[in-house]
C-alpha cells in the first residue's frame, strides 16, 4: 500500500472508461448538419437536447445520453436505423403517440440521428 | 560556540516535535481503531436493502466490480455466438434468469425487486460489455451481491448459450421477444389489488412521497431509470426522470396527471401494449406514494 496503489486508485476512473470495451462504430449521417437540422425542425420545443441552444421543451423526454439509451419512444430497441425510422414515421412506430411526424426526409433523419449518436 | 549552541536547541525541539507528531499519528490510528471495532460491533452500519449506499461509496464498490470482472475476463476468448446458441440460452435464461433480471418488456419477480445491489437490466449491460464481461460473472457469480455462480449448475458452453442470448438483448423489441415465446402470461403473485402489505397503521390513501422513494428502490425502478435523489447503477434503459413532474405527457401517450401516473406505474401494459415498461404488481398505495415522489422533480 504505497505510492503505486495510489496511484492506480486514482487512475482507475480513468482506465475505467479510457478502454470502453466496444465503441460502435458511429451512424452513416453527419452530425454538424444534424444539429442545425435539430434547430430548424423545433425539436427543441419538447425535447431536451444537450448541445442544442433553446431545446428545453419538456412536452417529451429528456433526450440526454439517448445514444446509451436501450430503448426508443419504449417500444423501439435503439439502433441508428431504427432511430431514423421513428423520427421520420412515429406513427407507425406506435400509433397512439403524442410525437408528431414532421415530414422529416431520410437524410434529414439520418443526420439528427447521427447528431444526436453523439450525445453519450 | 554560540551557534553549536543554537543548533543543540533546533535538535532538541525538533526531536520534540518528532515525538509529538509520532504520539499522535499512534494516538490517532488507535482511536480510529476503536471507532471502527464501536462502529461494528454496536451494529452502527445499517444493512437494509433499502438503505442505498452513498453515492462514493456505491461508485467506489461499483468500480472495483467492473475492474474485478474486467481483470478476469481478459483471458477468456468467447466462441462465436451464433443464432442458434441464442435460441439454447433463451430458453435457460427464462427459466434462471428472467426472476431477477427481467426481460424486454418482462417484469422480474418478486426475489428481484428489492435486492441492494439491484440486479442491472442486461439490455443494458450487454451494452456496455463484452461477451467475455458477461460470462464471467454468470461462471463464478459475485459476493454479497445475490448474483450466484453457476458453474456447478451449466457446462462452460450452456454460459456461452446464454450470453449470446444477453448479447441480443439491445436489439429486441418487447415484440420481439414475446415473438420468441418468451413473456408467457404471469400471474401476480400476490393480491394486489389493494392498499400495500407493509403500510397497514398509516392513513390509507394520503401520497407519502418519502416511501414513494423507498418504493423506488423496492420495485427496482432505478435498475432503468435515472432518478434524482436516488443512488443506484444510473442506467438509461429508459428516460431519465429529472424533470418528469413538469413532464407534459407519460410514455409518449398519456397526460401527465396524478393519476395517469398512478395508472402507467400500475398497469404500463394496459396503457401501451408495445411498452418495454413491464407491469411489476405494483399497488395502488405504492403507485401513489411513487408518483407523489416523482411529482416532487420539477
Avoid at chain 1, 448541445?51 to 419512444?73: F, N
Avoid at chain 1, 421513428?86 to 447521427?114: F, K, L, Y
Amino acid at each position: 500500500m504505497t505510492a503505486r496503489s495510489v496511484c492506480f486508485l486514482l487512475l482507475a476512473p480513468l482506465l475505467a472508461t479510457g478502454c470502453g470495451s466496444d465503441e460502435a462504430a458511429p451512424p452513416p449521417g453527419d452530425p454538424e448538419k444534424g444539429r442545425a437540422i435539430i434547430r430548424a425542425y423545433g425539436c427543441g420545443s419538447c425535447h431536451v437536447i444537450p448541445g442544442i441552444p433553446g431545446a428545453d421543451g419538456r412536452t417529451g423526454p429528456s433526450l440526454e445520453r439517448i445514444a446509451k439509451r436501450v430503448y426508443l419512444a419504449g417500444v423501439l430497441p435503439n439502433t441508428p436505423d431504427d432511430m431514423a425510422r421513428w423520427i421520420r414515421e412515429p406513427e407507425t412506430v406506435d400509433p397512439r403517440t403524442a410525437m408528431p411526424n414532421m415530414g422529416v426526409s431520410e437524410s434529414d433523419a439520418r443526420d439528427i440521428t447521427a447528431y444526436l449518436y453523439t450525445r453519450k | 560556540m554560540n551557534n553549536r549552541d543554537r543548533q543543540d536547541s533546533i535538535q532538541q525541539i525538533r526531536k520534540r516535535i518528532e515525538i509529538h507528531v509520532g504520539l499522535a499519528i499512534a494516538a490517532l490510528v488507535v482511536a480510529m481503531g476503536v471507532g471502527a471495532a464501536g462502529f461494528v460491533y454496536w451494529g452502527a452500519y445499517n444493512v437494509s436493502a433499502l438503505q442505498q449506499h452513498t453515492e462514493p461509496v456505491f461508485t467506489l464498490l461499483n468500480l472495483a466490480l467492473d475492474r474485478s470482472i474486467r481483470q478476469r475476463a481478459e483471458e477468456i476468448e468467447p466462441p462465436p455466438l451464433t443464432p442458434e446458441r441464442a435460441e439454447q440460452g433463451r430458453l435457460i435464461y427464462q427459466h434462471k434468469c428472467v426472476q431477477c433480471h427481467g426481460a424486454p418488456g418482462v417484469g422480474r419477480d418478486d426475489v428481484g425487486k428489492g435486492m441492494t445491489p439491484v440486479p442491472p437490466n442486461l439490455a443494458h449491460t450487454a451494452k456496455t460489455k463484452s461477451a467475455a464481461e458477461l460470462f464471467w460473472p454468470i461462471k463464478h457469480g459475485i459476493k454479497m451481491t445475490g448474483m450466484p455462480s453457476w458453474q456447478f449448475t451449466f457446462t462452460d458452453e450452456q454460459i456461452w448459450d446464454i450470453v449470446a442470448f444477453i448479447t441480443q438483448m439491445p436489439e429486441m423489441s418487447p415484440a420481439d421477444y414475446r415473438a420468441m415465446g418468451g413473456g408467457e402470461e404471469r400471474e401476480p403473485t400476490r393480491d394486489v389489488t389493494t392498499a400495500s402489505a407493509p403500510a397497514p397503521t398509516r392513513a390509507a390513501a394520503v401520497p407519502d412521497p418519502e416511501r414513494g422513494k423507498l418504493a423506488l428502490y423496492g420495485y427496482a425502478c432505478i435498475a432503468c431509470h435515472r432518478i434524482p435523489g436516488t443512488v443506484g447503477p444510473h442506467a438509461d434503459v429508459g428516460p431519465p426522470l429529472n424533470g418528469i413532474g413538469g413532464r407534459r405527457y407519460l410514455a409518449g401517450v398519456l397526460p401527465n396527471t396524478f393519476d395517469n401516473m398512478v395508472q402507467w406505474l400500475r398497469h404500463p401494459t394496459e396503457v401501451n401494449p408495445l411498452t418495454a415498461m413491464p407491469d411489476l404488481d405494483v399497488t395502488q398505495q405504492d403507485a401513489m406514494d411513487m408518483a407523489a415522489y416523482l411529482e416532487t422533480l420539477e
